[in-house]
């Protein structure tokens, strides 16, 4: 996680880095994240539960609230953390102009395109005069985000839209995703906002984490729990998805959907079992996955297998199961064993 943090700030050297921690730190844990982010220049994440868990963990530094308050007290919630908001809404306008306390760190949050969040950008100099003029607000900044960042041009036109908004405005800017920082240097200003590359993983379509200089943050291993024999013509798994065409010697492995492994990964995703590629076969189980030990006549059971990690890279299994790096990190279940590595 450390060594991603660095290669932002390679790719990013003049911006303040938002290192983005929502989703338990993309399934990490916030311990680690205040561990291996300990260098960065903020924390962003959503949950007010988990901004107060970091203060609790020691993490003095910037917070950046990326979905704003959900309610009224939420703001309040936010003075005391020593959080910043964001903005997007005319009911956060409402709650802001009608709090009373300690002055806010806010981000106005303009819509270049997403259409999520956001403040139309002819709606930002209005946005921005009526939160100025509150004496409750201490530091007035401005955001958006892009939906199209790893594509060839696609922060041209919201980059644009943003700029002739926020043309003469004060206050900090913040542009860049991960796709941005590692695409578009004209967006990086003053704050950068990486999220998915600091976990290792690649939010480019075409490009892999490793091809980019990133490093896998999480590994996901198991073992061989036995070995088994099919002759020509039998099935494997539930619904019999795979009929072998020849003799077979497979490996059932502990780890199924329970787990967070995909129950959608289809015969012939990759996995690796004592240390040599191989593939899955079958239906994933809740508790098991069936793979070809055609590849690694030697194995046995207790044979080490990795799922994901340093050698299986996360997106890899994710496109095979029709999905993202993200969902796969973010959906681990809570029963598998977590040990953290350092150094």
Same mark, same amino acid.
């Given at each position: 996680?450390?060594?991603?943090?660095?290669?932002?700030?390679?790719?990013?050297?003049?911006?303040?880095?938002?290192?983005?921690?929502?989703?338990?730190?993309?399934?990490?844990?916030?311990?680690?994240?205040?561990?291996?982010?300990?260098?960065?220049?903020?924390?962003?994440?959503?949950?007010?539960?988990?901004? $107060?868990? +970091?203060? #609790? !963990?020691?993490?003095?530094?910037?917070?950046? %609230?990326?979905?704003?308050?959900? *309610? @009224? /007290?939420?703001?309040?919630?936010?003075?005391?953390?020593?959080?910043?908001?964001?903005?997007?809404?005319?009911?956060?306008?409402?709650?802001?102009?009608?709090?009373?306390?300690?002055?806010?760190?806010?981000?106005?949050?303009?819509?270049?395109?997403?259409?999520?969040?956001?403040?139309?950008?002819?709606?930002?100099?209005?946005?921005? $005069?009526? +939160?100025? #003029? !509150?004496?409750?607000?201490?530091?007035?900044? %401005?955001?958006?985000?892009?939906? *199209? @960042? /790893?594509?060839?041009?696609?922060?041209?036109?919201?980059?644009?839209?943003?700029?002739?908004?926020?043309?003469?405005?004060?206050?900090?800017?913040?542009?860049?995703?991960?796709?941005?920082?590692?695409?578009?240097?004209?967006?990086?200003?003053?704050?950068?906002?990486?999220?998915?590359?600091?976990?290792?993983?690649?939010?480019?379509?075409?490009?892999?984490? #490793?091809?980019?200089?990133?490093?896998?943050?999480?590994?996901?291993?198991?073992?061989?729990? @036995?070995?088994?024999?099919?002759?020509?013509?039998?099935?494997?798994?539930?619904?019999?998805?795979?009929?072998?065409?020849?003799?077979?010697?497979?490996?059932?492995?502990?780890?199924?959907?329970?787990?967070?492994?995909?129950?959608?990964?289809?015969?012939?995703?990759?996995?690796?079992?004592?240390?040599?590629?191989?593939?899955?076969?079958?239906?994933?189980?809740?508790?098991?996955?069936?793979?070809?030990?055609?590849?690694?006549?030697?194995?046995?059971?207790? @044979?080490?297998?990795?799922?994901?990690?340093?050698?299986?890279?996360?997106?890899?299994?994710?496109?095979?199961?029709?999905?993202?790096?993200?969902?796969?990190?973010?959906?681990?279940?809570?029963?598998?064993?977590?040990?953290?590595?350092?150094?």
């Amino acid at each position: 996680m450390a060594a991603n943090l660095q290669h932002v700030r390679a790719r990013a050297p003049t911006s303040r880095v938002w290192a983005v921690v929502k989703a338990n730190a993309y399934g990490h844990g916030l311990a680690s994240a205040c561990e291996g982010f300990s260098g960065a220049d903020g924390l962003a994440l959503i949950e007010f539960d988990h901004a $107060a868990r +970091l203060r #609790a !963990l020691g993490w003095s530094g910037p917070m950046l %609230m990326l979905e704003g308050a959900f *309610d @009224a /007290e939420d703001v309040r919630s936010a003075a005391h953390l020593g959080a910043a908001l964001v903005v997007h809404s005319d009911h956060h306008l409402q709650w802001i102009t009608a709090y009373r306390g300690p002055p806010l760190d806010l981000w106005i949050k303009v819509d270049t395109g997403m259409n999520r969040l956001g403040f139309a950008p002819s709606e930002l100099a209005g946005v921005h $005069a009526t +939160l100025k #003029a !509150l004496s409750t607000v201490s530091r007035l900044s %401005m955001m958006t985000h892009f939906a *199209d @960042a /790893e594509r060839e041009g696609g922060t041209d036109t919201p980059c644009a839209r943003f700029d002739q908004a926020a043309a003469g405005l004060p206050g900090w800017q913040s542009l860049a995703n991960s796709g941005a920082v590692l695409c578009a240097p004209q967006t990086h200003r003053d704050w950068v906002r990486p999220g998915i590359m600091l976990y290792g993983a690649t939010p480019m379509e075409h490009q892999s984490a #490793a091809d980019l200089g990133l490093r896998a943050t999480m590994s996901l291993r198991s073992e061989l729990i @036995a070995v088994r024999q099919v002759q020509t013509g039998e099935g494997v798994g539930y619904g019999s998805t795979f009929v072998a065409d020849r003799p077979m010697r497979l490996g059932i492995v502990a780890c199924g959907y329970a787990d967070g492994y995909p129950r959608r990964a289809p015969t012939g995703t990759p996995i690796e079992v004592d240390g040599v590629r191989t593939r899955t076969i079958g239906r994933v189980s809740m508790d098991m996955i069936t793979v070809d030990l055609g590849p690694i006549p030697q194995a046995q059971v207790g @044979a080490s297998v990795e799922l994901w990690g340093d050698r299986v890279p996360i997106d890899l299994v994710a496109a095979h199961a029709g999905t993202i790096g993200y969902e796969l990190m973010c959906g681990l279940a809570t029963r598998v064993p977590v040990h953290i590595v350092r150094g």
